[in-house]
């Protein structure tokens, strides 16, 4: 009937080491974002070729040695294309961002704080805007102003903030009905200090991760209005332009769209990558 | 109801038994691997478990005693180590069973009641159906005869309407319905043994009085049953045996009349010492306070130097709620109240009462529909937000969950010093001492600053907010269920400090709590509230003593004392 069952006392010493390396999956995302902003900032250091020089004896040739990514139908060195091209793709995937980020912020404070008429107003702005799919919120706005940068930035800035309004709101809503808010109102705190003090900073805090994961959104929406048309034109190296620049050529020379949608899923997933880490950084901070 | 509060120990320990125990426990050690550590939580414990017994097993949080029971249902989790030289039920050794048998062994032979009702039912289906798919998985009877089963179940345990409850999911349930359907599942496939993990916890002394009796009965049937509670109170109407756990070990075991009456160990002592009730008012109940004493500042007292009336006065206070099917429902009927300058009121009421409504009106964060209230004699409810805000450093609130009141950016300093009034401007460092002042004033030290709310215990959180609701030197606190998280001797520490801070600075207290224990002592006058409406008013010594309605009668006999 006695039976001692052994106890391990020494857990292995495996796993009691520490965790004090950066995980493989964000130190690869940081590796990537280092290269794409050296891109951005210097793109002579990265680039091999004159983004622009046209080279017809060489064009439509396969990822050689001499041409990493191949060339284009003018014989344009298409890797030294897509770095050239990094500096205004992620110019208009920051910008787009920074667009909604300050449209969401101003719509969903207001849907938040402002009285009763106005903050239902805006709410109903804000369902209706949501009730539109992204990227035909962004192509109407396109169609509207005519394709350019601007535009871009703009459209994709606009289709994407019902989202974050929405999400704004409820951060400032979660932090005005807290516990803290009523314990500082108790105490005798003004509003505009309540608001100084409490809610901004804690509704605020998740928008760090927000915005990291939006650049990443961003240019994959920017690059989708590009490949229609409806963005940057050729020449021009952008990154969505590029892409329906290589459309025409689908079948002969299939590194043309492959490797800029490469390069832009590439960037998608480093910035997504970053800002689930920080996300989690921050959550793990509030337990 | 009267049952209970004669006290059935025909089965005790004491007596001498002669048939072998039901349940065999010794030397049962549980530990945890977390983070690559090993934690032992439960050392040596050893009982035997007789027909028709029943073991309780008390302590406070993290005393190791709802680990010992989960470990006899085999239920400790995958990173636990469970060692035991012997755990065996009627002869079969539970130590080397595998999963498979487990299964078999619970529900049939070892039934499990837990804490908390809405969190271990199935919230999507049905009570019926969850008490029937346990008769189901152990292959009882067919179809038909379950159903009939699960009835005759609820029934049983006092479920009023069976058949439209067993219908019903949880949420659409009561605390004690939903409380009474857990019991009945665990009946179900009538097992020998009951282990009820704080049973009654989070139930109102009402409900709990009904599930106690039903246990009660249960055991009178020949079942026995493990109770695991922190309430000595509880455990006193049911228990024939008595084990008081602390730190992972059993400090006290014997018969339940020899542990709550002649306690032999300083700890069982302590906790019997700080269960709160009428016969302790007017004294301490743990050891004696170790608080700095400061002067009440002396603006409070030239402003309202005269002012000799009622610090905080509430008349025909009326609130209605809308609910979501539009209908109209009062929260707060007619509630009236005087509290008195250096006196406690105290009101008492279950949950749903109104009681924390009228709370949340006398600290003005709330707009009553009818009525006023007038704080230190001036008006106080019917005036705007900003008109209020320098008042409202006469009046302060301490919560029950102290953790959701911090902001969790801010460590305790910050806290503290953002409380601190600047009616005159003062220097950060002044300041700052005036924070460390409030800080040994409620028992803590300075070391405790810089620590954020998460990384203080339950005790000293309290004692923040306590501090925090110091700070502005306020005539009045109100408190609202402030102890009714804690663990007793924690409780009773709070509840001293209270008391001792009330005879140093001449606070007044609005004591809100659905534990009668608690606000007979620490009340002057008491206020028994019922769906919204005040049924009672007095001393007291008379709401206790002598109550007159029949809803307080109801109340006070419910509740249940260690004699």
Redesign the interface.
Known sequence: MTLQQKVPVTPPAARSRKKSVVPWGLGTALAALLFFVVALIAPQVLATHDPYALDLANSLQPPSLAHWFGTDESGRDLYSRVIWGTRESLLIGIGATAASLTIALILGSLAALAGKYVAGTVNRVIEVLFAFPTLLLALLLVAVIGPSAFSQVFAVGVGTSPGYARMIRGQILTAKNSGYVEAATALGHSRGRILRSHIIPNAIRPLVAIIALSVGQSIVWASSLAFLGLGVAPPSPEWGALLDAGRLYITQAPWLTVIPGLVIVALAIAATTLGKHIQASLEKGEK | MTDLLTNNRTDATGSVHTDAPRLSVHNL?V?F?RG???HEVVRGVSFDLHGGQCIAIVGESGSGKSVTARSIVGLTGRNA???S??I?LDGE?L??VGAKRWREIRGRRIGFILQDALVSLDPLRPVGKEIEEALKLHGWGDRASRKRKVIELLDSVGVPLPALRARQRPDELSGGLRQRALIASALALDPEIIVADEPTTALDVTVQAQVLSLLTDTKRRGVSIILISHDLSVVAHLADHILVMKGGVVVESGSAQQVLTAPEHEYTKSLIGAVPGEHTRGRRLGPQLDIVATAHPARFAEEFADYTGPVLEAKNLVKRFRSPDGSLSTAVNDVSFELEQGTTLGIVGESGSGKSTTARIA?A?TDADEGSVTLLGREWSSIRESS??????R???V?Q?PL??????WNTERILL??V?DEEPRSTAEKKTRVRELIRQVGLTDDILPRFP?QLSGGQRQRVAIA?AL??SPSVIVLDEAVSALDVSIQAQILDLLVELQKQIGLSYLFISHDLGVISHISDRVLVMKDGAVVERGTADDVFNRPQHPYTQQLVSSLPTLD
């Open positions: 050690n530990g691997t690559g550590e090993f180590t469970v060692d030289s012997r065996s050794d130590t080397s600290l964060l209020r805000r320098s008042l409202r450093k009046i302060s609130v919560y969950d959701s009141s911090f902001d969790p950016r953002d409380a009034t998460l925090r700070a502005p």
